[in-house]
């Protein structure tokens, strides 16, 4: 007599025995941000050992961190972080080899038509505003600052295309000088979600981490955060079950926890 295979399990089952499993496993499920009010507690969230360890566990992850940006000199990097705007890093770096290749330095960026640029950038997105402002940053370097990107920050956000942020990666990759943190949208999301910000707007995050995060780890900080914001701490779906920062995380919308 065949033996008959059992009915696969329906989602709110299946769902129950994820949540019994947890529990029984010690552990518990966390409720969505529509269910449990996330509580920010300054004395508790900012203390300096748990910034400290914080960290720690993030060097430790992440001991090799880097820009995922292709580039060979600061020019190249400026160009490459202007055109990484609400596009991929992979994206950018498909782009790139070609656009450099034809144009490799400021001067002969500054010599090329808005139409040839938009073409070879096209694929990236809002590729018209983009190329305004790589053309405009090549013409300012050539013209003002001899052909070589400025290496203060008063100097490079006088560069088309260059604010703030953007300056940041420059000055922090190409030339090793911490003028602030780069706070990108997985900085900006992961930093609120682990209780080191409230800030909503990215000059406010970064000021917040500014007094907490020490000067010689806001380079690192961003690199660190950006690749765990890429692998672990995903915006829908986080895995928190894999986290190692998981036990120093007060955030409500976690998918596990363990405290």
Known sequence: MPVKKAAPLKPAKQSNMNAALAKSAGKSLAKSPTEAKEHFDPKRDLDPARVAE?????????????????????WELLVATILSAQCT?????????ELFRQFPTPKAMSEASLPAIEELIRSTGFYRNKAKSILGA????TEEFKGKVPCTLAELTTVPGAARKTANVVLGVAYGLAEGVVVDTHVLRISRRLHLTQATEPKQVEQDLMKIIPKDHWIAYSHEIIHHGR???IARKPKCVECPLEKVCNSADKTWSSH
Do not use: G, S
């Open 231 to 233: 692998q672990v701490c």
């Open 138 to 141: 090549a013409k300012k370097i």
């Open 89 to 97: 890093d992979v994206r950018v770096n498909i782009v790139t080899p």
């Open 54 to 74: 914080i960290l720690k566990i993030l060097a430790a992850t992440y001991p090799n961190a880097e820009c995922a940006l292709h580039h060979r000199n600061a």
